[in-house]
C-alpha cells in the first residue's frame, strides 16, 4: 500500500532552516509528482510547493518563493522541502501528498 512519512520538523527560531522529508513507498515514485501542504491552526491547508516526475519542474506558493526549495531524489523515493529565512507564520502542520495519498504530517514551529 502506499505510505508517505515525512520527518524533519521541529522548533526553530525566526530566520532558522529545516530540511523537511518525505520517504515513500508502495508505488512508482519516479512517475508521480510530490507536493507539500501545510495547514496552521484555524486556517485551511494550503499548497506550499509542488515537483513535477522528471524533468523536474517546480511550483511555490508566493509566500514560500525565494526561501523554500523542492527537491527529489527518485532513487532514495524521497522528496525534500529545505525552508530557508523561516518566519513565524510558517508555523504550521506539514503533509506530504501525492495523487489523493497524504503523510501523517510533521511539525514546523517558528518561534523565538
Known amino acids: 500500500q502506499v505510505q508517505l512519512v515525512e520527518s524533519g520538523g521541529g522548533l526553530v527560531p525566526p530566520g532558522g532552516s529545516l530540511r523537511l522529508s518525505c520517504a515513500a513507498s508502495g508505488f512508482t515514485f519516479s512517475r508521480y509528482a510530490m507536493s507539500w501542504y501545510r495547514q496552521a491552526p484555524g486556517k485551511e491547508r494550503e499548497l506550499v510547493a509542488r515537483i513535477t516526475n522528471t524533468p523536474s519542474d517546480t511550483y511555490y506558493v508566493d509566500s514560500v518563493k525565494g526561501r523554500f526549495t523542492i527537491s527529489r531524489d527518485n532513487a532514495k523515493n524521497t522528496v525534500y522541502l529545505q525552508m530557508n529565512s523561516l518566519k513565524p507564520e510558517d508555523t504550521a502542520l506539514y503533509y506530504c501528498?501525492?495523487?489523493?495519498?497524504w503523510g501523517q504530517g510533521t511539525q514546523v514551529t517558528v518561534s523565538s
Open positions: 501528498k501525492t495523487n489523493h495519498y
